[in-house]
């Protein structure tokens, strides 16, 4: 089996970082192939931004990011970075999350990992029944 671990904390040797050598260990014992992307050691960027879309944006003047991310996705005309993590998630049966848990939830790079990596996830891309409604369009 192929699996992705995801590791998001800043300090290797950490409590954290034992979990996640102690699975690489188990499942590559087990005859599992492992991958880790160690976000910190990377250096990570966590934001998205126009930077993400290395082609033709849909508008140049307006970053919409959801729209962005579906058709950078589409054309593949992503960052690098992102088609490197897009590729390793594509190719794993499994994938393990290790972070700390800090202020009620996960770091904020591994937040921005699966914002620029899963658009079809990412908060930024309204549901298929939500209506956009701009402010001009509002009734009071």
Avoid at 12 to 22: E, H, I, P, V, Y
Avoid at 40 to 51: F, G, P, R, T, V
Avoid at 76 to 84: G, K, L, P, S, V
Wanted: glycine share 2%.
């Amino acid at each position: 089996m192929n699996i992705l671990a995801v590791f998001a904390h800043p300090e290797r040797r950490s409590f954290c970082g034992a979990l996640k050598d102690t699975a690489v260990r188990t499942l590559t014992d087990l005859g599992h192939e492992v991958t880790v992307s160690d976000l910190y050691a990377m250096k990570w960027i966590a934001e998205l931004d126009s930077q993400d879309f290395t082609g033709e944006r849909v508008d140049a003047d307006y970053l919409d990011l959801s729209r962005e991310q579906e058709h950078a996705f589409a054309t593949r005309t992503q960052a690098f970075d992102i088609e490197q993590e897009q590729r390793k998630v594509a190719e794993a049966d499994l994938i393990l999350f290790h972070f700390p848990v800090w202020w009620f939830s996960m770091p904020a790079i591994l937040k921005g990992w699966v914002d620029r990596v899963s658009p079809e996830a990412s908060p930024t891309r309204p549901a298929a029944s939500t209506a956009r409604v701009t402010f001009s369009e509002r009734r009071r």
